[in-house]
C-alpha cells in the first residue's frame, strides 16, 4: 500500500471561490478533503496490521459529517450519555466511552451494549458483565483528575475482588509526543504481562502533536509487527482535531469598520467567543499580490474580549467576507448561545454543489 507525502492533500482555489456566494456567518467543509485525510491516516495507521482509527465525537457532532466518518468504517469515541445515544443511532457499533460523569442507570444501560473504560473504580459496581475497560491516569499531566492511577494498587484490589476482567486499557492526554507514544507502548506492555485478559489499547487522540514526526511514528507502527506482546492487540487512536480540523471554513462578512487610536477595527457578524473559544488560525489571503493592511477583527458580540486577532490582510470594506481556516473542530461543538445568537449554517461542498447539512 503506498503512503501519501503528506497526510493533507492540497485545496483548489475553486472551493474558495464557490463558498463565498454563501450566506454568512456559516461553515464551510469540503468533502474531499475530508475524505481523503481520512484515507491517508487509514494508510498510516495500517503500517501495524492491528490499527484501529476512531473520531472523537466531541470534535465534531454534525451527524452529516459522522455519517461520511461511519461510510470509512470508523469507529467512535464518546465521553457522555448523550454521545453515546446519537451515535448508536446514526448506526455505530465501535464505540469507546470513558467519562467519570456517568450515573449508575447510564452506566448499566451503556454496559449492556459496550465496554465501558471506567474513569473511577467504583463504576464497576453498575456494570453489566464482567469485561470492563480502564483509563489509565496520567499522573503527571494536567489530566491527573480523570483515570485510575497505576499506584492505586487499592483500586486493582477491587477490581480483583469484584471477579471483573481488564480488556481493554485507555491513554489520553495532550501533548502526544513520539517520547510519550513510546512511553505508553512500554507500559501497555508492562500492563498486558500482568493482566493478559486485555486485548486493546486505545492511545487517544492529539495525532496533531504526534505527526509532528510523522517518519519516526510510522517507523514505531512498523516494528510493532514483530512484538510479541502486541502480536494480538488491537491498537486503537481516536483522534478529533487531525480528522476535521483543516476541513473546515468559517465564513464570515464585515459588518461595520472603524479607526480607533490609529487601529483598523473590523466588526463581523460572526464570534470568536461564542463558536472558537480555543482559538483561530489566520484568515485565508485569496490574492498575495495586493498591498497588505494590519486589520484588528472583533466579533459580533459585546464582550470586549471577542476578538479574533490581528492580521495582515488586503484592504478590507464593509460587506466584505473573510474566511477562518481550521474551523472544522471544537468550534460548532463549542457553540454557546450568547445574545441568543443561533448556530451557524454548515455546509458541505461536493464536486462545486453546497450542501447545506
Excluded at 57 to 71: D, G, R
Amino acid at each position: 500500500m503506498e503512503i501519501s507525502k503528506s497526510i493533507y492533500p492540497q485545496f483548489r482555489k475553486e472551493f474558495f471561490e464557490n463558498i463565498m456566494r454563501l450566506k454568512t456567518p456559516c461553515v464551510c467543509y469540503d468533502y474531499d478533503f475530508l475524505t481523503k485525510t481520512i484515507e491517508n491516516f487509514k494508510k498510516d495507521l495500517s503500517l501495524f496490521s492491528g490499527s484501529e482509527l476512531y473520531f472523537a465525537v466531541k470534535a465534531n457532532n454534525n451527524a452529516e459529517i459522522l455519517k461520511i466518518i461511519k461510510k470509512y468504517d470508523l469507529g467512535v469515541d464518546v465521553a457522555s450519555y448523550e454521545e453515546y445515544n446519537f451515535v448508536k443511532k446514526l448506526g455505530f457499533n465501535k464505540i469507546s466511552l470513558t467519562t467519570p460523569s456517568l450515573n449508575s442507570h447510564e452506566i448499566q444501560e451503556i454496559s449492556k451494549n459496550i465496554v465501558i473504560d471506567i474513569d473511577d473504580v467504583e463504576q464497576i459496581n453498575h456494570i453489566n458483565g464482567e469485561n470492563i475497560g480502564i483509563r489509565i491516569c496520567l499522573d503527571n499531566s494536567k489530566y491527573k483528575y480523570f483515570g485510575i492511577s497505576l499506584n492505586n494498587t487499592h483500586d486493582f484490589e477491587y477490581i480483583r475482588k469484584k471477579n471483573k476482567k481488564i480488556v481493554r486499557i485507555h491513554f489520553h492526554a495532550n501533548n502526544f509526543t513520539i517520547d510519550e507514544l513510546v512511553y505508553r507502548i512500554e507500559l501497555s506492555k508492562t500492563l498486558i504481562k500482568k493482566y493478559p485478559t486485555i486485548r486493546e489499547v486505545n492511545m487517544g487522540g492529539d495525532l496533531l502533536t504526534l505527526y509532528k514526526d510523522r517518519k519516526k511514528f510510522l517507523k514505531i507502527l512498523i516494528q510493532l509487527n514483530n512484538d510479541e506482546i502486541f502480536k494480538n492487540i488491537r491498537l486503537i487512536f481516536e483522534p478529533g482535531d487531525a480528522i476535521v480540523k483543516y476541513c473546515g471554513f468559517l465564513l464570515t462578512t464585515i459588518i461595520n469598520e472603524k479607526n480607533i487610536d490609529n487601529q483598523n477595527i473590523l466588526f463581523t457578524d460572526s464570534s470568536m467567543w461564542v463558536s472558537a473559544p480555543w482559538g483561530v488560525e489566520k484568515p485565508i489571503v485569496l490574492n498575495n499580490n495586493d498591498s497588505k493592511i494590519e486589520y484588528t477583527i472583533m466579533g459580533n458580540t459585546m464582550y470586549y474580549g471577542d476578538c479574533f486577532g490581528k492580521f495582515l490582510l488586503e484592504k478590507k470594506d464593509k460587506g466584505d467576507k473573510i474566511i477562518f481556516p481550521g474551523f472544522g473542530s471544537y468550534t460548532i461543538s463549542n457553540f454557546r448561545k450568547f445574545h441568543l445568537y443561533e448556530k451557524y449554517r454548515e455546509y458541505m461542498i461536493i464536486d462545486k454543489i453546497n450542501f447545506k447539512i
